[in-house]
């Protein structure tokens, strides 16, 4: 079976549009930043890097530095699909992402969206 072409896809054409998204419904970069922050364990300066070199999605979630075991806590519907019944495991990071950008532009609150527990 062929890879999906999102997996070949830079990370930095889709990012704009992540922004964007957050944008128009009142959140701002910083917070997209933030949620990709939590979801991979890339630093700024490391999510910086990664969009300057037009890194694909692929190497993107293969190279984060440190991806985030709450993130099995993330459920729902993306593009039709419920996340957490995703088998391939690049996909399921891709549609982690963007849960939590949806999310995001939902107006969800952070503690929320970055999986904070309430104790």
Known sequence: MAKHRIYTTSFA????????KAEKKG????EVDQ???????YGQKELEA??????DFESFF?????????RALITG???????EEIKEPTMREIR?????????????????ILRKSAS
Request: glycine residues 6%.
């Open 62 to 70: 293969a190279k984060a530095p440190n991806i985030n075991p709450s």
């Open 13 to 20: 054409s889709v990012y704009p549009l992540y922004v964007a």
């Open 77 to 83: 519907v993306v593009c039709g699909v419920r996340v």
């Open 96 to 112: 982690y992402l963007d849960k939590l950008i949806d999310e995001l532009a939902k107006g969800k609150a952070m503690d929320k």
């Open 35 to 41: 949620v990709i922050s939590w979801l991979t364990g």
């Open 50 to 55: 990664q969009l300057e070199k037009q890194t």
């Open 27 to 30: 959140r701002t970069k910083a």
